[in-house]
Structures are given as C-alpha cells and as structure tokens.
C-alpha cells in the first residue's frame, strides 16, 4: 500500500463518478454519482494526510490531522448538499412527474 | 512488522476492488435501487479505507452518516419519485463523458505518480501513527513515551492534538460557517418539501 496507489484508487473513483454525473439521465443516478466523487476526495485527502509531510509538521505534531479535519467538513457539506438536492429531486417530481434531467426544460423558453 | 504489512497490502486490494466494482455497478446497473445498494457498498468500502488510513473517527462517521443517513435518504427519493420501473437510462452524451472522465483519469494518475511527494519522515512516523489513531481520546503518558514524545513541549502539544481541538482551534472559523451552512440547509430543505400553495 503505498500513496501513489491509493492517489489511483481514488482517481479511478472520481473518473467513474464524473462518468456517472455527466452520462446519466435520471437525477437521482447522477446525486448517487456525485456521492461517489465526494468519496473519492476524501480517501485522497485522508490519504495524504497519513503519507505526506504537511507544513510545520516538525513544529507541531497536531498538523497531522489537517487532513482529516478537512475530510470532516468535506463529510459535513456532502450531507448538507444531498439533503437540498433530494429536497429539489422531489419538487421536481411533483411539478413535471419525472425525474429525467432531459425534460428539466422549464428554464428554456 | 512484515506481517503487518501484507495483511495491510491484502486488505487494500480487497477494498480497492470492492470499491471500484461497486462504483462501477452503481454507475452502470439499471436498476436504481439496485445502484442504491451498490453505493452503500461503496460508502462501507471507504470506511475500510478510513480505518487502513488510521483515521478511526472519520470511518464511523462515513458509517454514520453515508450508509445510515445519505442511503436512506437516497431510498426514500427512489420510492418517493416511484418510477423505479423507467430506471437508470444513458443519456446522449456518452462518448462525451467517457472520453472527458478518461482523459481526467489519465492527467490525474500521471500527476500522481510523477509528484516528487514530500512523504513523512521515518523518525516522525510514529508521532504522526500516534495522533492520528488516537485523534479523540486522551493520550497516556506511557503511549507517548513509546511514541519518542519525550519533551515537556511535544508532550504538551500532542495531548492538545485532537480533533476537536483542531475543531475549536484554528479551524474555528470553518467549522462556524459549517453550522451556519447546515441551518441553511434545513430550512431549505423544509421550504422545498413544503407542498406548494400553503405559504
């Protein structure tokens, strides 16, 4: 196990979850898509946090954890965003009785 | 310490198979609810990763919160939005999406590889291992002894490296505006659920 294979694990994720976000019709399979790219950054960020040196490491032992403080908000703001996005997913459903992303048209015209 | 390392190696292919595979599922399969339990596997896979990252406190709070809350949530869409028979179609931009997310790929592993990584120093590794495996509890005087923590001054400062003290520490700022953002999110939430015509 060393970083770079973990860099590309975690590469390999947010390539699938971008592939997800933007080839996918229905709005609930592109939110499941956008999850996996959240999960993606946080395995890099926990993954730097264990290999790399952060800055002041030498100073201070508690910048070891920067990392997974960041992952921590990352967590934090991914809930928040899915708990608005299923919100909208539903009103979008009462409003147009679907869930397709291709007939959202109501802002075209 | 050998050992140590190939059940370590072991353990991550199997994670990093398990993760992909269940990522790829949830991206490929038709079934939507299908997809739904996939990305659980996916979340549960990350925690696993959380806990071969020594980053305990991060993988119960990815089981928490990804596989007891965001999954539920996700179901209740499905079942909410009720078409679950119409499924996870394609759209029209697939060779589109498979060309960009390839080419992401293929920059993003060649940064990661070609990066001259300024990696931990060994002499630090186990302060670093220490810290952040025990990132909420208190540490013992003799867990820092055998960590090489020896000095009144690292003492003094790896019992103060906890995440919560980061928490209320010099990230202080961003974890107020979290809050602040998560009030925001619940209110919206309720405004976009309210049924429409009732103000």
Redesign the interface.
Known sequence: ?S???????S??????????T?????V??V???L??MF?AV??TL??L?????PQG??D???N???G??F???V??????????G??????M??NTE?????QATQLRN | MLFQDIV??VV?WVL?VA??GA??G??LVRD?FR??LL?AG??IA?AG??V????E??AV??VL??VG??SI??I???M??R?VR?????????I???L???L??AA??VV??STE?????DG?KT??DL??TQ?VNVLSPEALKQAG?VSDE?KA??E????A???IGP?VL?FEA?SV??L???I??LA??R??GRA
């Open positions: 196990m970083l770079e294979a973990l860099l590309i694990v590469a390999i994720l947010f390539a699938i979850g971008l592939y997800g933007l080839a996918r019709s229905n609930i399979a939110l499941m898509s999850e996996i999960n946080n395995l926990v993954a946090a264990k290999f790399v040196a490491l030498q201070n032992l508690a070891a954890l920067t997974q403080v992952a921590l908000f967590i934090t703001v991914a809930a928040a965003e899915i708990a608005l299923l919100g909208i997913v539903l009103a459903y009462r679907s869930v397709d992303l291709s | 370590q190696d991550f990093s993760a992909i990522a790829l949830v991206v939507l997809a739904v990305l996916v979340f990350m990763f959380f071969l990252l020594s980053a406190f991060l709070v990815q919160i990804y809350a965001i949530l996700f209740f869409a499905i909410l939005t078409n119409q499924g996870n179609l394609p759209n029209r931009l697939q589109p999406a498979v960009f997310s390839t992401l790929l993003l592993v990661a590889t990584w300024n990696l931990i120093p630090a302060g670093v810290v952040q990132s923590v690292a400062q790896a103060k490296a906890g995440l003290d980061l928490l990230f961003p979290v953002l998560l925001a999110a619940l919206g939430g976009l659920a049924p429409p």
